[in-house]
Structure formats: structure tokens, C-alpha cells
Nanobody
Framework: QVQLVESGGGLVQAGGSLRLSCAASGRTFSINKMGWFRQAPGKEREFVAKISWSGSNTYYANSVKGRFTISRDNAKNTYLQMDSLKSEDTAVYYC????????????????WGQGTQVAVSS
């Protein structure tokens, strides 16, 4: 099993920045990629960004490209730096881990964190 714990959410004004963190523990040797997803009230969970476990490959949703940056460190932490935040970025953000190399759908990810709330005021 893999356990994921997110932190770093909060309330920020439009144009501001937040940095989300995700700490992984357990059988992390089975993980091949990490992803961030978000879910706004009344909407489906959507892909935000993903990164290979090695950190060498990243991919972003068009809605966040150029504003968000996903990264990892050697201590099993994954980050999401969010800059130039907009009101439409308001959502619960989830960290997820996958045993596969490809895919950006929620069904491609086996392990999920509990989520952290991000609220952007306009």
C-alpha cells in the first residue's frame, strides 16, 4: 500500500501563489508516476499535472500550463507550485500515485490523498 498526505492549501487572492505538497510513504517502489487532480463543487475530478517518479517527465492540463509547475524531490515528496491563480482554480486538490507510466485519467491512479482545499478570491 501507498499512503499520500497533501498539505499547503488555503485562501489566496487572484494573481497570488500557493505551493501544495504531497508526502508519499509505504510501498513507494511500485510507483511510476505522480499526479495532481482537482475537483470543484458540482464538477468531475479533472487532471492538473503529472510527473514521472524519476522527475524527468512532466505533463500539464492546458488550463494550467505556464502557471503551475509540478516537481519532486528525493525524499518522496511531490509539489505543485501554483502561480497567477484565478478564481476558476478554486477546488479541492488531490495528490495521486500510479503504478503505470501512461495515462491522465483518474482511473489510471491507484492511490489518493485526502485532498486539500484551494480557494481563490477575485
Amino acid at each position: 500500500q501507498v499512503q499520500l498526505v497533501e498539505s499547503g492549501g488555503g485562501l489566496v487572492q487572484a494573481g497570488g501563489s500557493l505551493r501544495l505538497s504531497c508526502a508519499a510513504s509505504g510501498r513507494t517502489f511500485s510507483i511510476n508516476k505522480m499526479g495532481w487532480f482537482r475537483q470543484a463543487p458540482g464538477k468531475e475530478r479533472e487532471f492538473v499535472a503529472k510527473i514521472s517518479w524519476s522527475g524527468s517527465n512532466t505533463y500539464y492540463a492546458n488550463s494550467v500550463k505556464g502557471r503551475f509547475t509540478i516537481s519532486r524531490d528525493n525524499a518522496k515528496n511531490t509539489y505543485l507550485q501554483m502561480d497567477s491563480l484565478k478564481s476558476e482554480d478554486t477546488a479541492v486538490y488531490y495528490c495521486a500515485a500510479s503504478n503505470t507510466y501512461y495515462g491522465s485519467n483518474p482511473t489510471d491512479y491507484k492511490y489518493w490523498g485526502q485532498g486539500t482545499q484551494v480557494a481563490v478570491s477575485s
